[in-house]
Each structure stands twice: as C-alpha cells, then as structure tokens.
C-alpha cells in the first residue's frame, strides 16, 4: 500500500525487483486504487486504513474495487492515486 502519480511505473518497480520493501515478493498485481486531488490526502486516507488494521477492511476494498472494474462507475481522476 501507498501512494504515486504514476501507478504503471510504480506496479513495474515492484515487479522488477526495483524497490528494496518489496523485491523478491513475487508478481505483483494491482486490485485496489482510490484517486485524490493531492499527495497529502492520499497520505491521510492510507493512514486511515493502516491505522485500521483489519484484514477484513482491507478484503472489502479489493472486493468493491472487483465490483467497480464489473460495470460500476469508476471513482473521479487526479493527480494521486493510493494503491
């Protein structure tokens, strides 16, 4: 979890070993983003969900991200994205 500006570079850095957290974690797959109009607001929001620290929380948010990428209508574009 965290937050970028470029979400496709971000995904391929973790998938080439490129960032030191997550290198050699296996394949990488995004199932979850929420978009915000500022850096500071993307930190705030995955704060909150860490801050939550419930396995249960985090399974809902893939799961209606699931239901968004179904036909749902997406969440409004910006310049951060919380992944």
């Not at 296996?26 to 704060?47: D, P, Q, Y």
């Not at 909150?48 to 620290?53: P, Q, S, T, V």
């Amino acid at each position: 979890m965290g937050q970028t500006q470029n979400i496709r570079d971000r995904l391929k850095r973790h998938n080439e070993n490129r960032s030191l957290f997550t290198k050699d974690k296996g394949t990488w797959s995004l199932v979850h983003v929420e978009k915000f109009n500022s850096s500071s607001e993307a930190v705030k929001r995955e704060k909150d969900i860490k801050k939550k620290k419930s396995k249960k929380y985090i399974e809902y948010l893939v799961r209606t991200s699931r239901s968004d990428r179904e036909g749902r209508p997406a969440m409004a574009g910006s310049a951060q994205e919380l992944v």
